[in-house]
C-alpha cells in the first residue's frame, strides 16, 4: 500500500504490523501533559465492546486535535484499542505485578475474548472497525503464573499477556485474528484503509464494520 498516514499508538507491535502491510506512516505520540490513564478509565456497567470502542474513538479524537495543534501535513489517522474480557469483565493493562498475577490466575484454564477496535479518521470523515478473537489458556499453576509474571513481559499489556511472547506456551486454542490478539487485526485494517477514499464525497460520513469469530 503506498497511503501514508499517522500512528496514534505508542505500540511497536503496531508499528510492527503496519510495516508488515507495507503503509507508510509516522507517529503521532501525545504530549507530555494528556492524560492517557483518565482516557482508558473503565466507566461503570461498562460492556467491554462499548469500552475497546469508545476508547479507540477518544484516542482518535485526540489525535486529530493533536496533529491540528501541531501544524503537521494533513493525512488520515490510524488509532486503536485492545482489550481482554471474560464475560462482561474487562481485563486491561495490569498496574503491577500484584495486578498481573489476578488477572492470570482468573483468565487460567478459562476462554476469554480479545476485542480490537481500529479507527481511521481525518477532520472530515472517520471509519472503524471491530475484531473479535477467542483465546483459551490451559490451566496454569501458580509457580508458573509467577514465573511469566516475573519475567516482565505481562506488564502494560491488556489481560497481562503477549500471545506473540511467552504467553504462548499457556495457549492451547486460538479463534480469530492472531494479528488483532497482538493488537491490530491485519486483515480488517486493510479493507479500512482500502475503503475509506469511499468516503471521500461524504463529508463527516462514518462506516462501521466488524470481524467477529
Known sequence: MNKFIYLASQSPRRRE?????????ELLLPDSDEDAETLERVWPNEAPITYVKRVTQFKLDAALQRLKRRGLPSAPVLCSDTTVALGRTIYGKPVDVADATRMLTELSGTTHRVLTA????????????LSESRVTFAAMSPRQIRSYVDSGEPLGKAGAYAVQGRAAAFISHISGSYSGIMGLPLFETAQLLKNFESLRDSPKRSVALSSTD
Do not use: K, S
Not at 504490523?17 to 506512516?25: I, P, S, Y
Not at 481500529?118 to 472497525?129: I, M, P, Q
Open 118 to 129: 481500529v479507527a481511521l479518521g481525518t477532520a472530515r470523515r472517520h471509519a472503524e472497525v
Open 17 to 25: 504490523l503496519l510495516d508488515q502491510l507495507g503503509v507508510r506512516h
